[in-house]
């Protein structure tokens, strides 16, 4: 780097005796003692970064809160801290009266389904367009990705798309809103960054053993790129979870295929009193501790999720970003 | 000139020429399973993302359900619907451009350095430990559906909720802040703030983390403090992404975010809060007649050329500064 010659090489730049290099790379200038010194700045910035922590964390633990209290309480509360009766009756009222078709338990088994075949489909996808794309010299590459970028530019749009999925009759299962989606164009990218950096001479070694494509994509490939897949996997595992938006334009009067984000916006939104089929029962609205209770049951899986992958996803976001 | 050029063209070289497309054909054949595994993606882009680009047609066309987007006559003339857009809800269309303009500045302005900054304050800690915890606090409301937190925010600003409850303690009235238009913006980007900053502090501290530490000796040894040391160091280095990041924020000016404002809004805001997507979700689904449709795909369309244009023109700003472009991905 020219900046560090020139300052070295410069002799009116007084050096100092010693400089201590911190574990992170920062460099902190000592006098000799181990130390390191905090200042002002350093309290100011663990305060407000302990603020801003606490204002993402709030509103779920008011939430929280909220769902194991009882209706009275919410209304006569002041600042909701902690309940003043603690009660599990708003999840009582939920798994076991609104149980009929477009209720949430019938909700939350069709996002369940949806999320783990829909992950898995989107993975194989994924992976099998992710792999080809690392072949460098595969005739007629350039066409493919060029294919495939153009739909990251411009689409259709909303309308035809939902034309197009009704003509092939998806719309009448569960598949309607698995199929469709199945590959994201910029996961694609980020995996095929991941399968490129297994190195050329181990696969050419397993095709010298007389392993096929398949075979060498799914027990070498995958295995190695373990990083790469939690975190793409958990990508589509988030948007399969907490999509709303499809289901809404293709199951709206199919209430059994209702998927948990999409109840949770009927919920919030009060919309079951206006229904869109007449199987719904007017009557069945939500009061505030059953609607967080609600909540509490949405986010629970990506809560449960969250904490075993975190360590994958930093590291493969970063790579697969820096990469990019 | 060909035949002179290729009198001195080695044999070699000659007869790789002529057996170009026998050569091809050999690397196709080795390459088949490869063609294999890309075929049911490539059907799925063509169904999927091909075909209903076909159905943009719907926007000259006047559909009609049974005969489908092909056998649906065109309209007549066949700007009718972009027309009919401008003349009967012309306001409302106008009203909601502006809007998305508008909150789309605002969300640059306000949303997009703050993962920058925090990036930057995330750096400095030194106890990893203490970093770490933080960043797990920070990652997570970005997993959450804004579905849900839409209905969180609702919760907080609505009529019952925490802030009421805090009016009300001290005398003033209870009131609803979602459905003042006056308390929409701030709130609407407050909470994006929480939401999205978390997450998007993760490239920016991929970029930190890859500044060579010995820059850092060297501006030390220069007498800089810390602030200095961000000021001349960490951030220009970080420079092209923050810029790519920019560009790319400014080509989705069209997208102002439709699921915030779709789960926060109300009849009280419309005239604040409507995005062209919105609206167009309104037109389309919310209408009572079948050309709710060809209008609603007009609006689409008229939004996906915009956003076309303009992340071309991002892709050429960042070429010019970067040297590659932000889809140049291909090696």
């Known amino acids: ?324 | 000139m060909k035949k002179e050029l290729e009198m001195q063209i080695p044999e070699v070289v000659r007869q790789v020429r002529k057996n170009k497309w026998k050569n091809l054909g050999k690397k196709i054949w080795e390459y088949r399973v490869i063609y294999l595994m890309m075929l049911p993606v490539v059907i799925s882009y063509l169904i999927f993302s091909y075909i209903p680009m076909y159905g943009l047609l719907l926007s000259i066309k006047k559909y009609s359900a049974s005969k489908g987007i092909i056998g649906s006559p065109f309209v007549d003339p066949w700007y009718k619907y972009f027309v009919q857009l401008f003349q009967t809800d012309g306001e409302r269309v106008i009203r909601s451009i502006k809007n998305t303009l508008l909150i789309s500045v605002l969300k640059i302005t306000f949303c997009f350095p703050a993962p920058i900054i925090m990036g930057l304050l995330l750096n400095e800690v030194k106890f990893t430990g203490y970093k770490k915890l933080i960043q797990a606090f920070i990652y997570l409301p970005n997993f959450i559906s804004w579905v849900i937190f839409g209905g969180i925010v609702m919760d907080i600003c609505g009529n019952d909720g925490i802030i009421s409850n805090i009016r009300h303690l001290m005398g003033l009235e209870r009131k609803s802040f979602t459905h003042d238009p006056g308390w929409y913006y701030p709130i609407l980007i407050f909470f994006s703030i929480l939401k999205d900053t978390g997450w998007n502090t993760i490239i920016y501290m991929a970029a930190i983390s890859a500044v060579s530490p010995t820059l850092y000796e060297a501006a030390t040894m220069d007498g800089c403090g810390r602030f200095k040391l961000m000021w001349h160091v960490t951030i220009p280095c970080i420079g092209p992404i923050i810029i790519i990041q920019f560009l790319l924020a400014i080509g989705n000016i069209m997208n102002a975010g439709f699921d915030p404002i779709f789960n926060t809004y109300n009849k009280d805001v419309y005239d604040v809060a409507d995005i062209i997507d919105t609206y167009m979700y309104r037109i389309t689904f919310e209408s009572s007649s079948l050309s709710g449709f060809s209008l609603g795909t007009a609006v689409g369309l008229m939004k996906a050329v915009i956003n076309f244009v303009l992340l071309m023109l991002a892709n050429f700003f960042v070429k010019k500064i970067n040297g590659t472009g932000i889809y140049d991905l291909g090696d």
């Open chain 1, 1 to 324: 780097m020219d900046l560090y010659n020139d300052v070295l090489s410069d002799p009116k730049v007084k050096k100092k005796e010693k400089i201590t290099v911190a574990p992170d790379g920062k460099v902190i200038p000592t006098d000799g003692t181990d130390k390191i010194k905090t200042d002002w700045f350093d309290i100011l910035n663990f305060i407000f970064l302990a603020i801003f922590a606490i204002c993402c964390l709030l509103p779920f633990v008011n939430i929280v809160f909220t769902s194991f209290s009882t209706e009275e309480d919410y209304f006569n509360k002041t600042i909701m801290i902690f309940p003043a009766h603690f009660t599990f009756d708003s999840y009582r009222y939920i798994f076991l009266s609104d149980v009929d078709a477009g209720g949430i338990v019938s909700a939350l088994l069709n996002s369940i389904i949806v999320a783990v075949v829909g992950v898995l489909y989107n993975m194989l996808m994924t992976s099998l367009g992710a792999y080809a794309m690392t072949k460098r010299d595969l005739p007629f590459k350039n066409v493919f990705f060029t294919l495939i970028l153009i739909t990251m530019f411009f689409g259709g749009g909303v309308i035809p798309l939902f034309l197009t999925i009704k003509d092939l009759k998806l719309n009448n299962s569960l598949f309607g809103i698995i199929i469709p989606f199945g590959i994201n164009t910029f996961n694609l990218i980020v995996l095929r960054n991941f399968y490129s950096n297994v190195p050329d001479e181990v696969i050419e070694s397993a095709k010298l053993d007389g392993a096929g494509e398949l075979r060498i994509l799914f027990r070498l490939v995958i295995p190695l790129s373990l990083a790469g897949i939690a975190t793409i996997a958990l990508f589509y595992f988030v948007e399969r979870w907490n999509e709303w938006y499809w289901p809404m334009l293709l199951f709206s009067r199919n209430s059994s295929l209702w998927t948990l984000s999409y109840k949770m916006r009927m919920i919030l939104q009060d919309l079951q009193a206006a229904d869109y089929s007449t199987k719904i029962d007017v009557s069945n609205t939500y009061g505030d501790a059953q609607n967080a209770a609600s909540i509490v049951i949405a986010i629970i899986p990506i809560l449960c999720v969250y904490p075993f992958v975190q360590k994958y996803f930093v590291k493969g976001v970063m790579l697969g970003s820096v990469k990019s």
